[in-house]
């Protein structure tokens, strides 16, 4: 446990930061997951879908959630996936 005041904020402030990646990272993985489901049946709803996977990844990406390279991996696939 922490002991002393500074690490007491230190804590409270991981948490909220952990939250935060939580939230961009999940809402990433659900919008590849909704095209990756869409594109087995429907392509052209799942190519509606993609600029919305896109900022998904690219705001996870500007956070600081995954890294810059993994964001254009995981674009890269999608438009693979879909063509």
Do not use: F, Q, W
């Amino acid at each position: 446990m922490p002991i002393t005041k500074s690490a007491k904020k230190a804590i409270r402030g991981s948490l909220r930061k952990r939250a935060m990646n939580d939230r961009n990272k999940r809402a990433m993985k659900e919008a590849i997951k909704k095209i990756e489901k869409t594109a087995k049946s429907d392509k052209g709803s799942a190519i509606k879908n993609l600029p919305s996977a896109y900022s998904a990844i690219d705001k996870a990406v500007k956070k600081g959630v995954i890294k810059k390279n993994t964001g254009a991996r995981k674009k890269s696939r999608l438009t693979r996936l879909l063509k």
